[in-house]
């Protein structure tokens, strides 16, 4: 009885979603939305199809990197992250930024083998084909915004942003990830019944020259050469190669990348009357470089890998995190360091260690790059270089430690 009333009902809804609208008259039938206006026939199911596997490959890795860098930046409670292997952040923040890019050229493909459905007719069939094109143009914006905004970030340039690049990329990135399950989910018959389909190929049309196959080609050896030049950021041999990732890993001061520089972080600094003041159970200590210099120093091999794909080793030299937390009278296996920079201002001014990164003998307030003492570009005269840990949180100018309770 309910189960008859139920399915009437959904019966009747299917029927006003899928109701034909009113047809808007022939005339206005002109230009794109003529009949035939699109004659390449390289235009097919199979090939968007084809597409958007690779595009929705490329964007689950992008994702799901993204998140995890999201989640470093800002730990919930219940999120760990090992301070081992050292490479493992180079490695998945580099693949973020190289399938974001993959996506420029395969997004412009994709796009290319639909547009004409842009100018379909009737524009609006029913209800539910009104909803599907809404969605379809959600996701094609919001699609369009991550890689726009990832590559403009990528070079630098915000003035077209007006909103702050992070929250924006990543709130966003959940949009184009709902949209795209919908999507999917709607298209799901038709792309099995167009992948299926292998047949002996299709001959090529008169007047045409490329192939589907061709195409593909195309556009897989235009995510290739992006990748290539991508993988220059952290590639020293390839980094004479950058398309849309303009960085290379060994041009700037002491032969690494600088970000924000000491002039722009509004960094004078007095060496002198430099002191570390380190805080912690013991209450609060003053260290000056004499007596910085004077304590255990090590040297690490660490990259510093920005979130913006770009990546570099480098040998550092200097105090060991967990001695000055000893220093301070607290344990180095179970404390929580906030590091705070000499600068005023700036988003990243500030950054907490965790205590398995504190706990690492790797993790240093280091004062010497490559043997040599800081340049003030890189955080002269301390600055913070731990393992696999998002280059944003290698807080430079070091003016202070707090030392606090593992959360
Ligand atoms: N105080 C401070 N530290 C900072 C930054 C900053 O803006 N202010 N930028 C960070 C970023 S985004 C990166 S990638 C690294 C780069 O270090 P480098 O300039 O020595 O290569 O420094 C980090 N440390
Ligand atoms: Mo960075």
């Not at 909803?131 to 919001?142: D, K, N």
Request: hydrophobic share 45%; aromatic share 8%; glycine share 10%.
């Amino acid at each position: 009885m309910v189960r008859d009333t139920v399915t009437a009902l959904t019966r009747r809804l299917r029927h006003r979603l899928t109701e034909p609208l009113p047809a808007p008259p022939a005339t206005l039938r002109r230009g794109p939305f003529r009949a035939g206006a699109f004659p390449s026939r390289l235009r097919s199911a199979r090939l968007t199809s084809q597409l958007g596997v690779a595009l929705g490959v490329a964007f689950a890795v992008c994702f799901l990197t993204g998140l995890l860098s999201h989640l470093i930046q800002h730990p919930p409670g219940w999120f760990w992250w090992p301070s081992r292997p050292v490479w493992l952040y180079r490695v998945t923040q580099g693949v973020h930024v190289a399938t974001g890019l993959a996506c420029v050229p395969l997004l412009g493909v994709k796009l290319w083998s639909v547009y004409p459905r842009l100018f379909a007719w009737p524009p609006l069939r029913s209800i539910a084909h009104a909803a599907e094109r809404a969605g379809v143009a959600l996701l094609v914006a919001a699609a369009l915004f991550q890689v726009l905004s990832g590559v403009l970030n990528i070079a630098h340039w915000y003035a077209p942003m007006p909103f702050f690049f992070t929250t924006g990329h990543y709130w966003v990135a959940w949009l184009v990830t709902g949209a795209l399950l919908v999507h999917l989910g709607v298209q799901l018959p038709a792309i099995r019944e167009a992948l299926r389909r292998r047949g002996p190929g299709r001959p090529v049309p008169d007047g045409e020259r490329l192939t589907r196959r061709g195409l593909l080609g195309g556009a897989a050896a235009a995510v290739g050469l992006i990748t290539v030049t991508t993988v220059g950021q952290t590639v020293r041999p390839l980094s004479g190669l950058g398309l849309l990732a303009p960085r290379r890993p060994d041009v700037g001061p002491q032969g690494l990348p600088v970000n924000k520089t000491a002039a722009g972080a509004g960094i004078a600094l007095d060496a002198a009357a430099y002191r570390l003041i380190l805080a912690g159970p013991a209450g609060e200590t003053a260290l000056g470089l004499a007596a910085l210099n004077a304590m255990p120093q090590r040297t690490v091999h660490l990259p510093i890998a920005c979130v913006e794909g770009w990546s570099a080793g480098a040998t550092w030299t200097g105090v060991r995190l967990r001695d000055l937390v000893t220093l301070a009278g607290a344990d180095p296996e179970r404390s929580t360091v906030l590091v705070e920079s000499l600068e005023q201002r700036g988003r990243y001014r500030t950054s907490t260690v965790p205590a398995e990164h504190v706990r690492d003998p790797l993790t240093l307030i280091a004062l010497r790059l490559g043997g040599d003492v800081l340049h003030p570009d890189h955080g002269y005269p301390a600055r913070l270089i731990a393992p696999n840990r998002p280059g944003v949180l290698q807080t430079k100018w070091v003016g202070r430690l707090t030392v606090l309770p593992a959360r």
